[in-house]
C-alpha cells in the first residue's frame, strides 16, 4: 500500500510542472486570442525621454501596426527610443516563446499571472527572458521586465484602454532602465545591440486617436525597404 501511495504522489508532483506549463500557454494564448481581432490599428505617439548624458525633446510620430508583426513609424527622432521600450507583440508571444506560469492572484480585485517567458531556440539568435504580468480580465499583458545583459534591467509598465467599444490598445507606455554600473565602471561593449539600450533612464509614452482595421495597405511599412536602398 504504501509503494502505491508513494507511485501515485510521486506521478502527481510529476504532473504538476506540464500542468503549470500548459496553463500558461492557455494564457498565452487568450492574450493572442484578444489581440488577433486587431487586424491593424494608425495610432499618434507622444513619447517623452530622459536617458543619461542625453537631452532628447518630446517626441511625436505616427506608429502605423498591421498583423502578425508589420510595423512603421514616421518620425524625425522617434528612432532614439530603444525597440527594447516598446514592449512585447502579443502575435509573437505563443509562437516564439515558451512560458512558465509563476503566479496568479487577485490584485485591486483583477485576476493576474506572473509568467516567465523564454525565447525559443534559433540558431545565431541568442535566448531572451522576460518576465510579465498578465491581466485576466482584459488579457493584456501590463508589466514586464528583462534583463538584456548582466546588471541592466529594463522595466516596463503597460495601461491599455477599450477603444471602440472592443478593442484593448496600450494608453500609456512607462518605461525605466536601471544599471548596477557607475559613472567609474569599465565602459560597456561597443558591439552590436548591447549599446543601443541605455544603462539609465525613463521614456514615457502616450498613445491617442487611435483607428483600427482601416485595411492598411502594405505600402506603407514597404517604405522601410525603400529607405534602405
Known sequence: MRTALTFLLAACLGLAPAA???????IVASVKHRFDDVKDYTVSITASVNLERMKIPEMKATLYFKQPDKIHIESKNFSMLPKEGMGLNPSDMLSKYDATLLKSEMRNSTMCYDLRLVSKAEKGKQVREYFVTVNGDAWVVSHIESF???GRKITI????????????LPTTIS???????????????????????????????????YKVNTDLSDD???KKKEDKK
Open 20 to 26: 503549470q506549463a500548459q496553463r500558461a500557454q492557455q
Open 148 to 150: 538584456p545583459m548582466p
Open 220 to 222: 506603407i511599412f514597404d
Open 157 to 168: 509598465d503597460i495601461t491599455h484602454a477599450l477603444v471602440d467599444d472592443q478593442y484593448w
Open 175 to 209: 518605461v525605466n532602465y536601471s544599471s548596477e554600473q557607475t559613472d567609474e565602471a569599465a565602459p560597456e561593449p561597443q558591439t552590436g545591440r548591447q549599446r543601443n539600450i541605455p544603462r539609465k533612464g525613463t521614456a514615457f509614452i502616450r498613445y491617442s486617436d
